[in-house]
Nanobody
Framework: QVQLVESGGGLVQAGGSLKLSCAAS????????MGWYRQAPGKQRELVAE???????NYVDSVKGRFTISRDYAKNTMYLQMNSLKPEDTAVYYC???????????WGQGTQVTVSS
């Protein structure tokens, strides 16, 4: 069983920054993909950013140029640097990990991000 633990959420004013972390309980060297998703009240969960095993990063259009996904193999941790935050970024942010040698994917418990106007 793999555990993913998010941290770094909080309340910030519009235009501010937050950095989310997702710590995995196993090595992320053999990761297939790791990603950040978010779910706002009354909305479906959406993919925000994803990084592949080859290091390619993909972002939803609404966060391009503002968010950056990265990972630290030594710490088995993935990050999401969020700059120029907007009220519409308010949501619970979840990390997801899929490994080549494990079936399915794993989710963290989520961390709340609230951006005030």
């Amino acid at each position: 069983q793999v555990q993913l633990v998010e941290s770094g959420g909080g309340l910030v004013q519009a235009g501010g920054s937050l950095k989310l972390s997702c710590a995995a309980s196993r090595s992320i060297v053999a990761i297939k993909t790791m990603g950040w998703y978010r779910q706002a009240p009354g909305k479906q969960r959406e993919l925000v950013a994803e990084i592949t095993s080859g290091g390619s990063a993909n972002y939803v259009d609404s966060v391009k140029g503002r968010f950056t996904i990265s990972r630290d193999y030594a710490k088995n941790t993935m990050y999401l640097q969020m700059n120029s935050l907007k009220p519409e970024d308010t949501a619970v942010y979840y990390c997801n990990g899929r490994w080549w040698d494990l079936p399915g994917g794993y989710w963290g418990q989520g961390t709340q991000v609230t951006v005030s106007s």
